[in-house]
T-cell receptor
Framework: AQRVTQPEKLLSVFKGAPVELKCNYSYSGSPELFWYVQYSRQRLQLLLRHISRESIKGFTADLNKGETSFHLKKPFAQEEDSAMYYCALRTKGGSEKLVFGKGTKLTVNP | GAGVSQSPRYKVAKRGQDVALRCDPISGHVSLFWYQQALGQGPEFLTYFQNEAQLDKSGLPSDRFFAERPEGSVSTLKIQRTQQEDSAVYLC??????????FGPGTRLTVT
């Protein structure tokens, strides 16, 4: 079975500091990994996906198959980055469903 | 254009009542998903349609949960004989085939 683990429920940093939100997954096949974000009073939205290898709002994430991780990083956090972040996995060639982690609430303090 | 919409946004039901939650996907999206999000948890998959075909219902927690998408567009999630543990936010998402999933605002169900 697939599983996504986000070990930190809460993460607090100061503006301008680097931030890393951890995500580990468990899946024996070849997964697709995603980061979703939910800002206050907004709906869940896609932040980035590993296959696109792009940087969105200064965030990047690299899929490390050896460590089964997909950590989200940003070198200089901004106050507007405060939100809930969910890591999610989708299996290739199977059901299109997403398997989510429990989420990390990021707070960027001024 | 309009995104995914869900109705009602809030629903309070007495234990034992039946409820129906509606999802209007983005026009042209063939895939439609239902997720359940309990307080403090991530969304958990319930079921998935491709057009009108329900291809995966492995996440439905019991036979009290039923979903349909008869014409391949609007979908309804029905919960019969609601229980307190059904209290959650129910999220709907739609996508092109294997594309990005776009989420609706959710329906918050409270069972008293």
């Amino acid at each position: 079975a697939q599983r996504v683990t986000q070990p930190e429920k809460l993460l607090s940093v100061f503006k301008g500091a680097p931030v890393e939100l951890k995500c580990n997954y468990s899946y024996s096949g070849s997964p697709e990994l995603f980061w979703y974000v939910q800002y206050s009073r907004q709906r869940l939205q896609l932040l980035l996906r590993h296959i696109s290898r792009e940087s969105i709002k200064g965030f990047t994430a690299d899929l490390n198959k050896g460590e089964t991780s997909f950590h989200l990083k940003k070198p200089f956090a901004q106050e507007e980055d405060s939100a809930m972040y969910y890591c999610a996995l989708r299996t290739k060639g199977g059901s299109e469903k997403l398997v989510f982690g429990k989420g990390t609430k990021l707070t960027v303090n001024p | 254009g309009a995104g995914v919409s869900q109705s009602p946004r809030y629903k309070v039901a007495k234990r034992g009542q039946d409820v129906a939650l509606r999802c209007d996907p983005i026009s042209g999206h063939v895939s439609l998903f239902w997720y359940q999000q309990a307080l403090g948890q991530g969304p958990e998959f319930l079921t998935y349609f491709q057009n009108e075909a329900q291809l995966d219902k492995s996440g439905l927690p019991s036979d009290r949960f039923f979903a349909e998408r008869p014409e391949g567009s609007v979908s309804t999630l029905k919960i019969q004989r609601t229980q307190q543990e059904d209290s959650a936010v129910y999220l709907c998402a739609s996508s092109l085939w294997q594309g990005e999933q776009y989420f609706g605002p959710g329906t918050r169900l409270t069972v008293t």
